[in-house]
């Protein structure tokens, strides 16, 4: 009976069926999922701590208002995804829950101090950049409100890149120590944008089942070397020099090689020891609990709306 099931259900993916959360699917299918929207959305909601770090010392009024524009975004991202991970029955509470306990990860970059206003623009023209790419193929993915947030998102996000790279290229076009600051901060940034596309595929642990499932549609490395690939002729083009001596480019494959990641950083600030992990956790559990005021008063609202209605 279950052997039947799971092979409808992968006759079902292979037919580019969209799976619908009533739809029967692997108990497996609704662990990952669950699993990767979660962290998606923690992504996305943790994300706008280090932006909201320089939301008050913006240098003009248009760039605050840009900043802030694109923050409140990140905010909206994570409530799409979050709704979309409740459709498989889990809940609001047992998600942020997990944030809190660190049972969820999200995604490493947002562990790094953000020390200057250049890394605003290198955040929106790296980080945004590497989550585009992995966004865009995600479009594509089989769970149907997984796949729908993604197309939203998408939307969106093509603007947070641009204005990051307006930054960085106004700071280029400036003095001395704004190309500097400017270079420092994609220096500091290079690497870490590389591992948010996770481990090289060999050592992934859910790539193989996710691709089968059509979860994910290309790899962590398919996905890194297009990143790679984008970002080489749009640092050119600015004065960047990106921080990889190995970076040259390989006529035979048709792609850049580059260096090789620190995987021990990788795993230090995923397991917990990066720079801010503590902080940003804790942030977020300060902001959460001063809201529960706010919870409480639209349930007691929807409550009394409900009630005079009955009566
Ligand atoms: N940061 C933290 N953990 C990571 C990671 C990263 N960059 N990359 C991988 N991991 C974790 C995985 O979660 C997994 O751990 P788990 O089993 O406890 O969940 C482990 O490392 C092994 O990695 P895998 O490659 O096997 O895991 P996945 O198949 O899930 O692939 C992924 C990792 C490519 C990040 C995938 O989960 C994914 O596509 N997630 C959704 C996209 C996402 O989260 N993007 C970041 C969004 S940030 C953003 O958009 C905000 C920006 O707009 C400012």
């Known amino acids: ?19 619908e959360p009533k739809d029967w699917m692997p108990e497996k299918y609704r662990k990952n999922l669950i699993r990767q929207i979660s962290q998606h959305a923690h992504s996305e909601v943790i994300g706008m701590q280090p932006e909201g770090n320089w939301i008050t010392r913006a240098p003009t009024l248009h760039r ?8 409140q975004d990140e905010a909206g ?13 889990i809940t609001r509470e047992e998600l942020i829950e997990s944030l809190h306990d660190g049972s969820a990860k999200y995604a490493q970059i947002f562990n790094y101090p953000t020390l200057s206003w250049a890394d605003m623009g290198a955040i929106g023209w790296l980080v945004d950049g590497a989550a585009i790419v992995n966004q865009v193929s995600l479009q594509r993915t089989s769970y149907g409100p997984y796949a729908r947030s993604m197309v939203r998102i998408c939307k969106e996000e093509s603007f947070h890149q641009r204005q990051g790279y307006h ?4 700071l280029m076009e400036g003095s001395t120590e704004q190309k500097a600051m400017a ?18 595929d060999a050592d992934s642990a859910h790539s193989a089942q996710s691709m089968k499932w059509k979860v994910k549609r290309q790899t962590n490395d398919e996905l890194r070397q297009k990143f790679v690939d984008q970002s080489v002729e749009q640092a050119e083009a600015i004065g960047l020099t990106l921080p990889d001596p190995d970076l040259v480019w390989n006529e035979e494959r048709g792609h850049f090689d580059f260096g090789e990641i620190d995987w021990a950083e990788f795993d230090r600030v995923v397991s917990g020891s ?9 942030h977020h ?11 409480d008063a639209i349930c007691a609202y929807e409550e009394k709306k409900r009630s005079r209605e009955v009566a």
């Not at 559990?285 to 919870?295: I, K, M, P, Y």
């Open 274 to 282: 990066g720079h801010c992990n503590r902080e940003r956790v804790a």
């Open 77 to 89: 991202h994570g409530l799409y995804l979050y709704s979309s991970a409740e459709t498989m029955g």
């Open 183 to 200: 270079q420092d901060a994609v220096n500091r940034f290079w690497w870490p944008s590389l591992m948010m596309f996770g481990p090289h």
């Open 1 to 19: 009976e279950l052997e039947g099931l799971n092979a409808h259900f992968q006759e079902r993916i292979d037919a580019e069926e969209k799976i």
């Open 285 to 295: 559990r300060r902001a959460h609990d001063e809201g529960s005021w706010v919870r």
């Open 64 to 71: 605050k208002a840009v900043l802030l524009a694109k923050v």
């Open 167 to 170: 930054i960085l290229m106004t």
